[in-house]
């Protein structure tokens, strides 16, 4: 059984930094697609950026320039770099990963971005 953990989240002021990591047991990233998704209140889970088994790398629009994800020196955690947030950017941030029809979340992470 895998099991996605996520965290890293917290309380910080716009354009502000925060580092969010997303570890797994039970299997090896790297076969798997790893994916980061937020979900706002009363908003919908939208996603934001993903990490291939090959090291491709996608974001959305939203985020591009301002985040990076990336895989850690750890063989089973992948990170999401979060640069110069915004208050749009509070949510909470779930990390998804996926192979064929196997299909694994964590519980989330709460980012909260706020003056």
């Known amino acids: 059984q895998v099991q996605v953990v996520e965290s890293g989240g917290g309380l910080v002021q716009p354009g502000g930094s925060l580092r969010l990591s997303c570890a797994a047991s039970?299997?090896?990233?790297?076969?798997?697609?790893i994916e980061w998704y937020r979900q706002a209140p009363g908003k919908q889970r939208e996603w934001v950026a993903t990490?291939?088994?090959?090291?491709?790398?996608y974001y959305d629009d939203s985020v591009k320039g301002r985040f990076t994800i990336s895989r850690g020196n750890a063989k089973n955690t992948v990170y999401l770099q979060m640069n110069s947030l915004k208050p749009e950017d509070t949510a909470t941030y779930f990390c998804?990963?996926?192979?064929?029809?196997?299909?694994?979340w964590g519980q989330g992470t709460q980012v909260t971005v706020s003056s």
């Open positions: 039970g299997s090896i990233f790297t076969l798997y697609l």
């Open positions: 998804k990963m996926s192979r064929s029809s196997s299909v694994y």
């Open positions: 990490l291939s088994g090959s090291g491709s790398t």
